[in-house]
């Protein structure tokens, strides 16, 4: 496993854990990323991540990116 910052630019990954405290996860599975769903990343400026999950497309900062694991 590794941070869904280490992903490169038109990959898709399927994601295996979600790390971080109840809220960060509720909030993150309120996006859509929940264990075993597809992410695209679209594009990656200074380590923050546009990615296509489900339908939308969504802007997360590295911090963020770092907590889920693919």
Known sequence: MMPLTMAKTGETVTVRKITGKDEVRQHLAE???????????????????????????IALDRTMANRIMI
């Not at 859509?32 to 497309?57: C, H, M, P, W, Y």
């Open 31 to 57: 996006l859509g990323f929940v264990v075993d769903s597809d992410v695209t990343v679209v594009s990656e400026i200074a380590g923050n991540l546009i990615l296509q999950v489900k339908e939308s497309r």
